[in-house]
């Protein structure tokens, strides 16, 4: 074994994420595919050239990894799955907004990959697809900065004094008695406001361009949970005059030619739940006034019985790909 530990075997993590990010490159390699046919704008057009550079780069070395393990690659997305010629379905504004979110899902879920890898070859990788994507991050955020399409988070007064905390009611949600809320806790409502805003519109698109009743069906089911998470969250702020972020762009065409395969609409959902009721956790962990991880626990439960649906969609058409497992020890042993 050589000193770096690159010749021994890959651990349970370290499988599990090669095959999550050739499956997340290859599906966001589709996305940016139709994305960089149809965008007008030559600044969009710029960085989606370099992200889908990347998803294809990426899409290749993690399938390399993969190869070098004598693992089977998962079929993943594509040409098949997306037809670059269909008419222009999402706004550059929108296609900039969708950027920004995914790039920061990536942020969150490189970082992870890098922090549970042992083996330096995958290290490197996972720290390459992480300074990608602060690189792409930074560029989507600063183009729409200049832009004045940024939507900004809430702003609130700064503090004038160090302070300790005084009462046992600190921690009180009750009407009536409820103290202020945090800044951390106005920074996760205000995320997640944007997070189902960025997928109503999103499952706008998937709902008038998905071939199978079905799989329309279940996207304007998504769009509905998501209009209620961003009314229920929303309504919070309101109660404290805080103001919610918002946009003035539609986002999604009139079209309804599918420029995407029902099998990659179901797969970017599902994804975008996961992400989803990952953000919830997160916001309930560090929300200290007891009514808030009551609400993130009750979408939590609404966002996990909409995935739960999504599963049995893909099941039933064969379009569910079954991530790495163990070894079935009992059905070995059964004689």
Same mark, same amino acid.
Request: aromatic share 8%.
């Given at each position: ?22 499956? !997340? ?32 780069? !990426? ?50 879920? !490189? ?5 549970? #890898?042992?083996?330096?070859?995958? +290290? ?5 697809? /992480? ?18 399409? !940024?939507? +900004? ?15 046992? #009611? ?8 409820? +103290?202020? /809320? ?28 998905? +071939? ?21 969250? #929303? ?25 995407? #395969? ?25 929300? /200290? ?47």
């Amino acid at each position: 074994m050589s000193s770096n530990g690159q010749t021994a075997g890959l651990t349970a993590p370290e499988i599990a994420n090669l095959w999550n990010a050739y499956m !997340y490159n290859s599906m966001t390699r589709r996305m940016l595919e139709f994305f960089n046919a149809s965008a007008d704008d030559p600044d969009t057009q710029n960085i989606l050239a370099k992200a889908l550079l990347a998803a294809k780069k !990426y899409e290749e070395a993690s399938g390399e990894l993969m190869r070098g393990e004598n693992m089977p690659l998962p079929r993943g997305f594509t040409e098949e799955d997306v037809d670059v010629n269909a008419p222009r379905l999402f706004s550059d504004i929108f296609i900039l907004t969708f950027l920004k979110h995914m790039s920061g899902f990536g942020l969150e879920a !490189y970082g992870m990959m890098l922090g549970i #890898s042992t083996r330096s070859d995958v +290290r490197k990788l996972f720290m390459n697809m /992480l300074e990608t994507t602060i690189e792409l991050f930074n560029e989507v955020t600063d183009t729409m900065l200049n832009k004045g399409v !940024y939507i +900004r988070p809430p702003i609130i007064a700064k503090p004038d004094r160090a302070d300790v905390v005084h009462k046992q #009611s600190f921690f009180s949600g009750i009407i009536g008695n409820a +103290r202020p /809320l945090l800044a951390v806790e106005i920074t996760h409502i205000a995320l997640n406001i944007e997070t189902n805003a960025v997928g109503n519109r999103l499952l706008l698109g998937f709902m008038q361009t998905a +071939r199978d009743e079905k799989v329309r069906s279940y996207m304007k089911r998504g769009m509905n949970m998501a209009k209620k998470h961003e009314e229920i969250l #929303s309504s919070k702020l309101e109660a404290e005059d805080v103001p919610t972020p918002s946009d003035w762009d539609p986002g999604v065409t009139e079209s309804k030619i599918p420029p995407y #395969s029902d099998r990659l609409l179901m797969f970017v959902v599902t994804l975008l739940i996961a992400s989803g009721m990952g953000n919830y956790g997160m916001a309930a962990s560090i929300s /200290l006034r007891s009514d808030l991880p009551v609400v993130y626990a009750r979408l939590i439960a609404e966002a996990a019985r909409l995935a739960k649906e999504g599963a049995d969609i893909m099941i039933d058409n064969g379009w569910l790909e079954q991530p790495p497992q163990n070894i079935n020890r009992r059905a070995l042993t059964t004689v």
